[in-house]
């Protein structure tokens, strides 16, 4: 470390008051207030947030021993014109670390760099470049001194999370061994979003199909043949028209008495021209066609993708298991309050989107309404499903072949944004294929310490769009 020199005029009379008043006062005068001892050495950038549930942040961290004054200091991206100036009186003690919400001087890209600058706004002291979005954070491990990577965890304001490994894939949690769970040939290709229901599996077909699911008796399914659902039910939007390229699929706590509701990314009759909308069906008729009863079309609010690029994945998050683990709504930068928002489902439904690789979170509400509260990065190249598994407080975003399979699972951290705790490979026996659709079972049918899980195959490869596997209790 290089120490700071004292200026000339100080230097000398330092000399001249050691020759009258002896070495402690000229000692003082060569060493520099503590408040700004060695700034440039010691103050990194530590942190960097550019997408999710957190506005776009930059932290500081003080690797040395003394407190620096940050006061004036100037944060920047990539342009020069954008300016981000440290609060006046506004200081960093050894060890410390502070985060700045940049969100209202300037947004941080896919790509792009963060720069902290002293006052004078031309002394570089840190910098870090980037080419993708974080997921959830651009962190430096160790702390200060070391490169940066994408943690597991936000940790604004503390120490990052430099566990290792949590984002690094491993073995599948639960047994290699993958079986059919279908006949041959019956659902064809397109089969997309799943959701268990108990004995009941809920499945999304593309083509503007909704299917009831029963067990056939050898571990996996076939179509209900009551009540109109033995070929799979045509959905309509509301009023009856359009088919919607429905791929995900979930429910409330309320379950299918409350309606069956379906992410879809197109009218299938205009396929040119995205349609990101959820819409909810009434499933308690014997009709073989349903319309839509509710549609929350959020294609204004979404980032535009190409129209077979939309929402993939859906599912639905109870509002008491969000605001138990400290959940943090975007929206309102508070702690997320159900009340705020009137007569809606009791939770957050979270949409995936297959072309980006985002996860929103969404109040939908009756009245047609609805607010995001949360914008997450996967980390991964697309979201094909989401799954929220109650038993372990957990949300699973799937990929298909696109990520070579690749599964991940988050919770809310200790800032309140759901984050990456781990990633999985496939099973080992399963084959790099197509799956669109995955479906976590009960903590009732835990036998053993394992519990079923299904994929569903877009491409019905070797004729089965379903497939079984398992994940441990």
Not at 140 to 167: E, I, K, M, V
Not at 323 to 337: I, M, Q
Not at 427 to 435: A, E, F
Request: proline share 4%; glycine share 16%.
């Amino acid at each position: 470390m290089t120490e700071a020199r004292a200026p000339r005029w100080r230097r000398g009379l330092a000399l001249l008051l050691a020759a009258v008043a002896g070495p402690t006062l000229a000692a003082g005068l060569l060493t520099a207030p503590p408040a700004y001892a060695a700034p440039a050495d010691d103050i990194r950038i530590n942190e960097v947030v550019t997408t999710g549930s957190v506005n776009d942040s930059i932290e500081l961290y003080n690797k040395g021993t003394g407190t620096v004054d940050v006061s004036g200091w100037i944060l920047k991206d990539d342009n020069d014109g954008s300016k981000y100036k440290i609060a006046s009186g506004t200081t960093l003690a050894g060890g410390a670390f502070r985060a700045f919400d940049v969100h209202s001087s300037f947004g941080l890209g896919s790509s792009d760099k963060a720069r902290l600058y002293l006052a004078d706004g031309t002394t570089l002291v840190d910098s870090f470049t980037w080419t993708g979005h974080s997921a959830p954070s651009w962190s430096r491990c160790p702390d200060g001194t070391g490169a940066f990577g994408q943690a597991a965890t936000l940790t604004l304001g503390a120490a990052n999370d430099c566990g290792g490994g949590s984002t690094t894939p491993v073995a599948w949690p639960g047994s290699g061994t993958v079986t059919t769970a279908d006949a041959s040939n019956v659902f064809g290709t397109d089969l997309s979003g799943l959701y268990q229901e108990g004995g009941v599996m809920w499945g999304a077909q593309n083509s503007g199909k909704l299917w009831r699911l029963v067990p056939n008796g050898f571990g996996g399914w076939q179509p209900d043949t009551a009540n109109g659902w033995a070929s799979g039910k045509t959905v309509r939007f509301p009023g009856g028209s359009g088919t919607p390229d429905d791929e995900g699929v979930t429910l409330t706590g309320a379950g299918s008495a409350g309606g069956v509701y379906v992410s879809s990314e197109r009218n299938g009759d205009a396929s040119g021209t995205s349609r990101l909308s959820v819409l909810r069906y009434d499933v308690s008729g014997t009709g073989t066609s349903l319309t839509a009863t509710n549609e929350w079309n959020l294609t204004a609010d979404l980032p535009a993708v190409g129209s077979n690029l939309g929402l993939e994945g859906i599912t639905w998050v109870p509002d008491g298991s969000l605001t138990a683990a400290g959940f943090k709504d975007a929206s309102t930068g508070a702690a997320y309050n159900p009340g705020l928002y009137g007569a809606h489902t009791g939770g957050v439904f979270f949409v995936g989107v297959e072309g980006t690789g985002m996860v929103y979170g969404y109040v939908l509400q009756d009245s047609g309404a609805f607010t995001r509260v949360a914008s997450v990065a996967s980390g991964m190249a697309g979201v094909m499903e989401l799954q929220w598994e109650p038993q372990a407080s957990r949300l699973w975003v799937v990929c298909d072949d696109t990520c070579s399979g690749q599964h991940r699972t988050m919770q809310v951290n200790a800032a309140g944004a759901f984050a990456v705790t781990a990633v999985y490979n496939r099973p080992s026996g399963m084959s790099d294929i197509n799956n669109e659709g995955f479906s976590v079972a009960g903590a009732d049918e835990c036998v053993g310490g394992a519990k079923p899980v299904y994929w569903a195959d877009d491409s019905n490869d070797s004729g089965h769009a379903l497939r079984r596997g398992s994940i441990t209790c």
